[in-house]
């Protein structure tokens, strides 16, 4: 589910769920919770880079779960989605992420919890959350706009359209776009870089930058889970998992004849 590697003071956690694209499920979540709470209070482990098998990096949520938690019929993780964004959010340490393929939903907001993002130029990022009839989640509604701009980041998290790894790139989701059979070896090169350095030196220097943040991400995450609570099982994000299950595009039309209540 989670393969974990050191190459030095440089640990690699490698997500590996093929058969679900790295979908996270909880047993996901809490194992990449748990990687990231033991390379945290690892000595000799400096920096953290995220990456994913196959031809995804995640596909986010898993959908068979989510529809399972729509029908009251689910049991929670030890952390689930929301320890995974509080140790994601947390984590003292530097934290790059090497973007092998499709990331979306989690796997695209967690992007913007990172430290540095680097792409290969063939993934692809979506914010699929309108489109499941959902709102946007792990903070993105503060921490896209304030890397992405206002704009971009609403195109990202209105839309559910495709971004390609040069929009990433150019809209400042990710900081390098490399070649496929190259992204590993330049994340490494450059995790390599601060892992050479004082791992104090790095964490009180990460404090500085991201603490500011803090109040910002958890007043939005509150934001997103009210809004969840008014969306999640409600009739769109039921007509888009049985379209989804169906193997068609939702059709919103008739939901959106109705009024809206708030």
């Known amino acids: 589910m989670i393969h974990i590697t050191d190459h030095g003071r440089v640990r690699v956690l490698t997500l590996d769920r093929p058969e679900a694209r790295n979908a996270f499920n909880e047993a996901l979540y809490d194992a990449a919770t748990d990687a990231l709470i033991a390379a945290s209070t690892d000595n ?12 995804s990096f995640s596909s ?7 529809t399972q938690r729509n029908s009251g019929v689910f049991t929670n993780g030890r952390h689930g989605f929301a320890g995974f964004v509080d140790h994601l959010i947390d ?5 790059f992420c090497a ?4 990331a979306l939903g989690i796997g695209a907001t967690m992007l913007a919890l990172s430290d540095l993002v680097f792409i290969a130029s063939d993934a692809r990022v ?20 304030r890397l992405l701009g206002r704009q971009n980041a609403t195109w990202a998290l209105m839309s559910s359209e495709w971004l390609s790894a040069a929009e990433c790139v150019q809209m400042g989701l990710a900081w390098r776009e490399c070649a496929p059979d190259e992204l590993m070896a330049e994340t490494m090169r450059h995790a390599q870089v601060l ?5 104090n030196s790095l964490v009180e220097t990460k404090r500085t930058i991201v603490e500011p943040m803090r109040v910002e991400f958890a007043a939005a995450r509150r934001r997103e ?12 994000n039921i007509e888009s998992l ?4 169906e193997r068609r595009e939702p059709d919103f039309s008739a939901i959106d004849d109705s009024p809206i209540i708030r």
Do not use: H
Request: charge should be neutral; charged fraction near 10%.
């Open 242 to 245: 049985i379209a989804f299950a």
């Open 60 to 66: 986010g949520a898993d959908l068979t779960e989510m």
């Open 195 to 199: 892992a050479s350095k004082p791992i």
């Open 91 to 95: 984590f003292p340490k530097p934290l």
């Open 99 to 102: 973007v092998n393929g499709l």
């Open 44 to 55: 000799g482990i400096a920096v953290v880079v995220i990456t994913g098998t196959g031809q």
């Open 225 to 236: 889970d009210a809004a969840f609570g008014v969306l999640l099982g409600g009739p769109a």
């Open 126 to 145: 979506r914010c699929p959350f309108t489109r499941l009839g959902v709102a946007p989640e792990a903070a993105s509604s503060v921490s896209f706009p």
